[in-house]
């Protein structure tokens, strides 16, 4: 529909991870003919001027505008993480802005929380993008901690579920496949 993710790991253990975005909802909303794919609406992730949000509420500055020949800001974060020079972790996801906490969340859960791979991949998630100041909660989260962020003077807000991780986790002679339980995600492997 806009972003889509696939993490792939083959039998030599040879991992792809890659994300591939047409940004908004069906892109441009066009189709070209003959062909059978969409247009993007990327230009939407370029700042059209300051302090002017984009579609996933991104401020830009003149870093970002746009100029001839030059690529816009993105957040997709296709990721591969290594273990003594092997991959490790093979992950993503689409979600805008949402991105990037949402794989920093992925990763900490499973390097820092030692979570098993489906609590790391399904376990409720915050977000924060320095504008708009508001910290973005899954309805799953604690509330023990909500409360605690509204008590340090965080303004908390409830949101539907956003992003949709892929996961693989290779580890002791074994790959685990996790997708999503957001989205329409699926695994597969023989
Ligand atoms: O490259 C980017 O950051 C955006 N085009 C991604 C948009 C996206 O993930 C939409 N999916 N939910």
Redesign the pocket.
Known sequence: M??THLSVVDAEGNAVSV?T????GYGSKVVVGGAGFLL?N?M??FSVKPGAPNM?GLLGTEANAIVPGKR?????TPTIVLRNGKPYLVTGT????T?ITSLFQTLVNDIVFGLDAKATVNAPKFHHQWWPDEVRIEKEFPDSTRIALERMGYTVKTGAP??RTELLRIADGRIEAVGDWRGDDSVAGE
């Open positions: 806009e972003t994300t975005t047409l940004n908004g993007n990327e939407d992730d996933y816009m800001l993105s957040s997709m689409p979600g805008g802005s991105i956003w992003s």
